[in-house]
């Protein structure tokens, strides 16, 4: 009776190598590289789905056929009652039928056939992203709207530069957005995205999202804005659709009173809106794309995320050069000496091409994605390591000695850079998540920081190594706003520049960030090079900025 039963238990041994993978794991959307890993959990949730549906179905096929058989033989007894049971196995098969298969039948019926699926899904459900995530997420599409200045249709309808995998967004999806804007006082994206809600349910998309959910919204949004005049406007479409919602029946009297005292306390505000709104656009849209020293450095940062503002004149471009490099006849390079090409002169900045293998490169995220947590800042006041929203990316520490492959990449960059490595910090591999980036940081610690790495005992940063392992679709440049640099990344390259001068002070041009994913997965790893062990390999100088 119960064969029909899908065996669904077996498929935990399905799931474990994905659970052992997330077990220990938070904030999801830091991290492209592990994220991965939920689109395989989903995949076992969708197989354990299927074989819960084929086994409902077995068993409604089963109430079907005995049905249909009781309503044949059922219909021809009803003709002839008396008749049909003078039949003494007739009458055994009633009194059987009525005390043990009916019976059976309501056991088949009863039958629990979702005990495999949910029990798969309560334990994958611990494992699931949190509310932290799909904020985390969320945001992320907000910043990458801002910084490569999307609207919000492009997004939507998913046509970003490079996608392979182009997806669609829903009502729902876009509502999502701005109540998540909404739920953060942001009512700028809060309403840019109810409005991208309310243009696709005007053009016939279907959804459960109604139009004067999304009014009540946009107009609130833009009431918050200072714009009473627009709040006005879409309050009274609200009404149109429904007359009798008490809050904006309060709110069209509130605005209308609004407007009516900004008229007597000094001209039509309508028309000072309009103006300041143009005003605010011109702002927006500078016709020169060229950095400027009275820009805020938020703006250098975007500009050259977006390839605006490179301050590299011809003069300066033809004074950069590309060459074959042995690092003063090093003996692992003079036969075979590797290409290096000048990426900026002032601060320094090489690129190293071909310098790790595709073989490397895999065995290095193999040995980090296991361990990638999320990155940390060290607070300026308290020391103390902290998460902060303007570095979104997880990272690991890969020691030399527990992999021979770090050893020798170690060893390459001491042999290319001449400095010793034995100060240095361990190699460190990122993973940037959705939208990830870092913020304008140095590398080094400041006057004002005389602490930073003290417990290390190895003086300060003089110098980083960076390891681009992967190429990436859109965005993802790093950026250097004070001298209007931007660096791509190149799968299988790394970059070079000094820290400190040979004097010992910070180089504060090195200022940089590491411009928002715009589209594919990023991964780096970087070495951070110590002072100490340097004292013969790089001389100090006698002038401070020498």
Not at 203 to 228: A, F, M, N, P, R
Request: charged content about 30%.
């Amino acid at each position: 009776m119960l064969s029909f039963r899908m065996e669904l238990p077996c498929l935990f041994l399905l799931l474990l190598s994905c659970l052992q993978s997330l077990s220990a794991n938070t904030d999801f959307f830091t991290s492209i590289g592990q994220m991965t890993d939920l689109l395989y959990t989903e995949k076992d949730l969708v197989t354990s789905l299927k074989d819960y549906i084929r086994a409902e179905e077995t068993k409604l096929e089963k109430v079907k056929r005995w049905a249909d058989k009781l309503d044949l033989l059922s219909a021809t007894a009803i003709l002839d009652p008396e008749g049909y049971l003078g039949h003494p196995v007739n009458a055994f098969k009633l009194m059987k039928r009525l005390n043990t298969e009916w019976g059976d039948l309501e056991s088949l019926v009863l039958s629990d056939t979702t005990d495999g699926f949910i029990s798969n899904l309560t334990i994958q459900r611990q494992h699931f992203p949190t509310d932290v995530d799909q904020t985390g997420a969320a945001k992320a599409l907000l910043r990458l709207q801002d910084t490569y200045r999307l609207d919000t249709n492009t997004i939507s309808t998913g046509d970003l530069p490079g996608v392979k995998h182009k997806s669609l967004m829903t009502v729902e999806d876009c509502y999502e957005l701005g109540k998540i804007a909404y739920s953060d006082v942001d009512y700028y994206h809060t309403e840019l995205w109810m409005a991208q809600a309310l243009r696709q349910l005007d053009q016939g998309e279907e959804s459960t999202i109604d139009k004067v959910t999304l009014l009540d919204y946009i107009s609130y949004s833009i009431y918050q804005q200072g714009e009473v005049d627009r709040a006005l406007d879409f309050t009274k479409q609200l009404l149109e659709l429904d007359p009798e919602h008490q809050r904006a029946k309060g709110n069209l009297k509130y605005f209308e009173f609004q407007l009516e005292k900004q008229k007597k306390d000094g001209g039509d505000p309508t028309e000072k809106k309009k103006e300041k709104r143009e005003t605010t656009q011109k702002k927006d849209k500078p016709k020169k794309k060229f950095l400027t020293p009275q820009l805020p450095e938020r703006k250098k940062y975007e500009m050259l995320c977006r390839g605006e503002g490179i301050r590299m004149t011809p003069r300066r471009q033809s004074r950069l050069f590309c060459r074959y490099y042995d690092n003063s006849r090093n003996p692992m390079y003079v036969l075979a000496p590797v290409k290096q090409q000048d990426e900026w002169d002032r601060p320094y900045i090489v690129r190293f091409l071909d310098i790790i293998s595709d073989q490397e490169m895999e065995r290095v995220k193999q040995l980090a994605k296991p361990r990638l947590r999320r990155a940390t800042i060290s607070n300026p006041i308290t020391g103390v390591l902290e998460t902060a929203p303007y570095r979104i990316s997880k990272s690991a520490w890969l020691t030399g000695y527990e992999d021979p492959m770090i050893d020798k990449i170690n060893q390459r960059i001491e042999d290319l850079t001449g400095l010793e490595m034995d100060t240095a910090e361990e190699l460190q591999v990122a993973n940037y998540g959705v939208g990830g980036q870092y913020e304008p940081h140095f590398d080094f610690g400041r006057k004002d920081e005389p602490d930073a790495f003290k417990e290390l005992g190895t003086g300060n940063r003089i110098a980083t190594w960076l390891f681009y392992m992967s190429d990436v679709a859109a965005g993802g440049a790093t950026v250097f706003p004070d001298v209007g640099a931007a660096v791509w990344p190149q799968k299988g390259t790394a970059v070079f520049w000094y820290n400190l001068f040979p004097s010992g002070e910070g180089d504060y041009s090195t200022r940089h960030a590491a411009c928002p994913v715009l589209v594919g997965n990023k991964w780096v790893s970087n070495k951070w090079i110590h002072e100490r062990g340097q004292e013969w390999r790089r001389p100090c100088a006698l002038n401070e900025t020498e």
